[in-house]
């Protein structure tokens, strides 16, 4: 695990519809510690996925640096474990072999990997999906494996993409309490998009509020772990602190 | 009445889950039947239009005398070889276009302007420069498999979406991986697609080209056949490449669509 940091980082494009300079992000700075959990919300077109695009490295900022590590990005890399809102599991890879991809590309052996990527697949309580191609999984299923494949690579930061917005409402509180019993035992330094503010404060230790491609503001989530919905759907802190989180977004 | 014949369709439906080349025969068998009667009947003078059994005889002397087994290979080495050489042409080619902007703008034009001369258009100057035999007839064959497969290799690396090349690359691949990992499987729906037309296309193409500069094979079959007035072997012929293009789609093409595409549910069944 290793720590990241933004300073005063931006990203202006030259937009072919609008035939103009368009600034998605603006002079942000942010410190995230190893092994803490970000969430980052902010309403549609804020620059949160810009953001994580330009920490993951798969496309160039215009200014300022991102460090992992204390080393600046320059590109795509292992150290940064990537999870897409639509998955992007290799269709022509079983499950198992998704989740082995990383080490597979580190040079790990054959049965060494496989090793691997059976105990992230019992973490997730995805075994019996092993030997199974992602077309023949559910949404939710499938979820789990791209979550799962990012962090059987051992990732420095943790990067997800709003990665339960497409799947339905119960199976997302199910995911998302998953998530914070795996991050309990591996504890990555997580970002972790969204626009779902309930969710950003069920899974963070700090909220960060987006507007307009700068930090509005910070918050910190004090609530205990391990988190379930059926204790914070009666916890007081968790709707004083989403209450304010939404404020805040809407407001921006 | 109507019971009857749905009892007997799902009894053909099981018998033919069970035993698949059953369900490959029983569509011919109305139409043997039909041209059977016509031929029985005869509607037609023998000589213009022979009976199915007239053409098994013909099967029966041409395969005892080995001029049919001798042609047959001659034919299928042919393709064997054109198409090899397509496909390991097309495929690399249509990677570095799909791949490369600049490659694609570069050879894009002259990709639009050659697949637009047809196969057989190129007959006339490759006789000259080549001559009546296997040069002449492969380069030809190469000619028409390989433009499906470079067209549908270039769309099969277009559609791959970008976050399948963002999730590689985030988990450690190189450029080169890439190529093996992504690339490849990613458009292999597509190249499948592209050698099916290549095939089929240089199938034709070779027929054509016997008939025109051949010596041998079923092409040539069929126009000695003409030559001499035997309508026989000209339905022979015809028979022949139908059941062989079928062998080839149903035994090579499609159990490899099954095992790649279709199983990664990137080709609906």
């Known amino acids: 695990m290793k720590s990241l940091t933004i ?163 119960q199976t997302r509180m199910t995911l998302q309490e998953e998530l914070t019993r795996i991050w309990e035992q591996k504890r990555p330094t997580v970002i972790f998009i969204t626009h779902d503010v309930a969710e950003a404060v069920f899974l963070g230790n700090r909220v960060v509020a987006l507007s307009k491609g700068r930090v509005l503001e910070e918050i910190t989530v004090d609530l205990p772990r391990p988190r379930v919905w059926d204790d914070l759907n009666k916890d007081d802190r968790f709707k004083a602190l989403t209450a304010r989180v939404l404020q805040l977004v809407r407001s921006a | 009445m109507s019971t009857l014949l749905l009892k007997t369709w799902s009894h053909y439906l099981r018998l033919t889950t069970q035993w698949p080349s059953i369900g490959t025969i029983v569509p011919f068998i109305p139409l043997i039947v039909a041209w059977w009667i016509v031929t029985a009947l005869q509607v037609f003078p023998p000589a213009f239009l022979p009976g199915p059994a007239d053409v098994v005889r013909s099967f029966g002397t041409l395969v005892y005398t080995g001029v049919l087994p001798e042609y047959l290979q001659d034919s299928v080495v042919r393709l064997i070889v054109g198409s090899f050489w397509g496909i390991m042409l097309g495929i690399p080619l249509g990677l570095l276009v799909g791949l490369s902007q600049r490659v694609h703008k570069a050879l894009w034009p002259l990709l639009m302007f ?58 450690g691949a190189s450029r080169t991986r890439m190529l093996w ?57 015809m028979i022949i490449l139908g059941t062989l293009w079928y062998i080839v789609d149903s035994w090579i093409l499609a159990p490899i669509e099954r095992a790649t595409g279709q199983r990664w549910g990137l080709v609906t069944k």
């Open chain 1, 7 to 169: 300073r005063n980082l931006s990203k202006t494009y030259f937009d072919v519809h609008a035939g103009a300079n368009v600034t998605a992000v603006r002079d942000l700075s942010l410190e995230v510690p190893a092994g803490e959990f970000v969430s980052i919300v902010g309403p549609s077109g804020c620059g949160k996925t810009t953001l994580l695009n330009m920490i993951a490295g798969f496309i160039p900022h215009t200014g300022g640096e991102i460090l992992v590590g204390g080393r600046p990005v320059k590109g795509p890399g292992p150290d940064r474990g990537v999870v897409f809102q639509s998955w992007a599991l290799f269709p022509w890879r079983t499950v198992l072999d998704n989740v082995a991809f990383g080490p597979k590309m580190r040079g790990v052996g054959r049965a060494e990997r496989e090793k691997i990527a059976h105990d992230y697949l019992a973490l997730a309580k995805l075994s019996e999906a092993a030997g199974r191609y992602p077309n023949e999984l559910s949404g939710g299923m499938q979820q789990r494996v791209g979550v799962v494949r990012a962090l059987a690579n051992e990732p420095d930061v943790l990067l997800m993409d709003e990665p339960f917005a497409s799947v339905d409402a």
């Open chain 2, 114 to 171: 050659f697949q637009a001369i047809g196969d057989i258009a190129w007959l006339p100057i490759l006789v000259i420069w080549f001559g009546y035999g296997l040069v002449t007839m492969t380069v030809v064959i190469v000619y028409t498999v390989i433009f499906p497969v470079i067209l549908n290799t270039v769309l099969g690396v277009r559609s791959i979406p970008i976050n399948m090349h963002r999730a590689a690359l985030s988990l």
């Open chain 2, 181 to 237: 990992e992504v690339v490849l499987p990613g458009a292999l729906p597509n190249i499948m697609t592209g050698l099916r037309n290549g095939l089929g296309y240089g199938w034709r193409a070779l027929i054509a080209t016997e008939i025109i500069v051949g010596t041998s094979g079923i092409g040539f079959l069929m126009f000695d056949a003409r030559r001499a007035g035997s309508v026989v072997e000209i339905l022979l012929g």
